[in-house]
């Protein structure tokens, strides 16, 4: 009889447990096309290997350079195997150049917790979680708390595209960087399935 009270209360706790929606941390493995001649924006698994931008050039075929964009000194830095060695960020979008066109696979999980923090006046480079439920750009709009635009770079056209409630409403891509603009400093834990 104990045996049987105990596996009641046992099944309700995995009931209750069961209704609540738990974070994914799920593994990743992506394939990302990378353009020569054009600045690709690349989005990192929030939790991966790389530590630095010399750890990140070694292990994209072919590449050239890599840049961030720092909201501290409203400057990009660069690291061609030369320059600023800059760390790699959770949650930060980079710029990768490519002496040939290719592809490279990229490996690591997601942070469900993490939160991005988003600098007002500042273009904030951001990576979007691979497992991300914005499907497009409206959608991430709404998403994104005192967002004031959303903007991608698309290599097809070598343009920017930019939504700001209106505009472009291009695909969110994994493996793509998003430019995020907002009107007040705060920050962003990115919806995820």
Same mark, same amino acid.
């Given at each position: 009889?104990?045996?049987?009270?105990?596996?009641?209360?046992?099944?309700?706790?995995?009931?209750?447990?069961?209704?609540?929606?738990?974070?994914?941390?799920?593994?990743?493995?992506?394939?990302?096309?990378?353009?020569?001649?054009?600045?690709?924006?690349? +989005?990192?698994?929030?939790?991966?290997?790389?530590?630095?931008?010399?750890?990140?050039?070694?292990?994209?075929?072919?590449?050239?350079?890599?840049?961030?964009?720092?909201?501290?000194?409203?400057?990009? %830095?660069?690291?061609?195997?030369?320059?600023?060695?800059?760390?790699?960020?959770?949650?930060?979008?980079?710029?990768?150049?490519?002496?040939?066109?290719?592809?490279?696979?990229?490996?690591?999980?997601?942070?469900?917790?993490?939160?991005?923090?988003?600098?007002?006046?500042?273009?904030?480079?951001?990576?979007?979680?691979?497992?991300?439920?914005?499907?497009?750009?409206?959608?991430?709009?709404? %998403?994104?708390?005192?967002?004031?635009?959303? %903007?991608?770079?698309?290599?097809?056209?070598?343009?920017?595209? +930019?939504?700001?409630?209106?505009?472009?409403?291009?695909?969110?891509?994994?493996?793509?960087?998003?430019?995020?603009?907002?009107?007040?400093?705060?920050?962003?834990?990115?919806?995820?399935?």
């Amino acid at each position: 009889m104990r045996n049987k009270a105990l596996l009641l209360i046992v099944a309700a706790l995995l009931l209750a447990v069961g209704t609540v929606t738990a974070g994914s941390n799920m593994g990743f493995k992506i394939t990302i096309p990378l353009i020569a001649g054009y600045a690709n924006y690349v +989005s990192l698994p929030y939790r991966n290997s790389y530590t630095n931008a010399a750890s990140l050039l070694a292990d994209v075929p072919n590449a050239s350079s890599v840049q961030r964009w720092d909201n501290a000194t409203g400057t990009f %830095q660069s690291y061609t195997g030369r320059g600023t060695n800059f760390p790699v960020i959770e949650g930060e979008g980079y710029i990768i150049n490519v002496n040939t066109s290719g592809t490279w696979v990229v490996v690591g999980s997601d942070d469900p917790s993490f939160a991005v923090p988003l600098i007002a006046g500042y273009a904030n480079y951001v990576s979007i979680p691979y497992n991300t439920t914005a499907t497009n750009a409206t959608t991430l709009f709404a %998403q994104v708390p005192n967002v004031s635009s959303v %903007q991608r770079w698309d290599n097809p056209t070598g343009t920017f595209q +930019s939504y700001t409630g209106r505009g472009t409403n291009f695909p969110v891509t994994p493996g793509e960087s998003i430019i995020v603009n907002v009107n007040t400093t705060c920050t962003w834990i990115p919806p995820h399935y």
